[in-house]
């Protein structure tokens, strides 16, 4: 049985997301064409790839995540130091890390554009806060004069994971039509950033496809759990905005899935883990792996086609 799979965004609880596309596996199974946000879009990325879930979890497991956390030594001077990269670099980190750590898994599989994928395999959600909409790539990229086809799978998740204050923002230079006064440096780009600022749970996007003749179900992977609800310690500006866009990715999307997609959601708890700590065990990860796994079967031995079409009649089409 084929199905197409959402991933939501969860920073560093992605890894429960893995243990979610083992069990769908096991139960006989296969992901068709996936979408995803932030974390989501990293395994979205990978099982278009052809990776499976438990090899997710062995790249996870292994990836160096602190590395990801990469900046400037003059940059890290307390107090002084992040302020100045806000400013300058408008977030705490870079992200080229995290871009071409995804660059060498795909790679390794011989994948690299969305080109070298079968046409709307894959799908990535991300925002262009220069324009204040949201994007869905491969596609909405031919809006900056790039070929969809020879964009960067790596790049495009790059974007998708870019969590505004905490990771450089994107630039895409723009194309700048001026006879006379020059514009200013900071106004020739447009600013891309992590695709949950819109939407951090894309369940929508196949819901255009319903014309098909045949209808492929839709099974979104949604992380819950205490860590949507707990305090939030705000000692400064920083972790004011950390809290404020931490709020929102847990929050966004709720209603939306509450009132018509529960029969479609395999919510996953995610054991109170926040989205940046990065500093997180091998036990803890494993744990998370394990969550995911065991909702994602509990979900599945439930499931059958025809329940999923009499609800996906009775819920999305009318």
């Known amino acids: ?149 020879k964009f960067s799978i790596a790049k495009a998740v790059r974007m998708s994971t870019s969590i505004p204050y905490f990771f450089d923002p994107v630039r895409i230079r723009r194309k700048i039509k001026s006879f006379g006064k020059a514009t200013p440096f900071t106004e020739q780009f447009y600013y891309i950033v992590d695709g949950g600022l819109l939407s951090n749970y894309p369940l929508w996007v196949f819901d255009k496809d319903t014309d098909r003749d045949e209808i492929i179900p839709v099974i979104g992977f949604q992380l819950v759990g205490k860590s949507d609800t707990h305090t939030r310690k705000i000692k400064g500006p920083i972790t004011m905005l950390e809290a404020l866009f931490g709020t929102m990715l847990s929050a966004h999307d709720e209603r939306y899935i509450e009132q018509k997609n529960r029969f479609r959601t395999v919510k996953i708890p995610t054991l109170g883990v926040g989205n940046t700590q990065f500093n997180l065990s091998k036990e803890k990860s494993m744990l998370l792996y394990e969550s995911g796994f065991k909702a994602s079967n509990e979900y599945f031995d439930k499931w059958s086609a025809e329940i999923y079409e009499e609800n996906y009649t009775k819920y999305v089409l009318d």
């Open 1 to 149: 049985m084929i199905i197409n799979g959402v991933f939501e965004g969860g920073g560093v609880k992605g890894i429960a997301l893995a243990g979610g596309v083992s069990a769908a596996m096991e139960q006989g199974l296969v992901f068709n064409e996936v979408a995803g946000t932030s974390s989501g879009s990293i395994v979205a990325a990978f099982l278009a790839a052809g990776y499976t879930g438990e090899e997710m979890k062995e790249l996870i497991l292994r990836a160096p995540f602190k590395s990801f956390m990469q900046r400037s030594p003059i940059f890290n001077t307390k107090i002084i130091g992040p302020a100045a990269r806000l400013l300058i670099k408008k977030g705490l980190y870079a992200g080229e890390a995290l871009e071409y750590w995804v660059e060498q898994q795909l790679a390794a599989k011989g994948i690299r554009t969305f080109g070298d994928l079968k046409p709307n395999q894959l799908r990535v959600i991300a925002s262009d806060i220069t324009q204040g909409k949201l994007l869905i790539l491969p596609d909405d990229i031919a809006q900056y004069g790039i070929d969809p086809l």
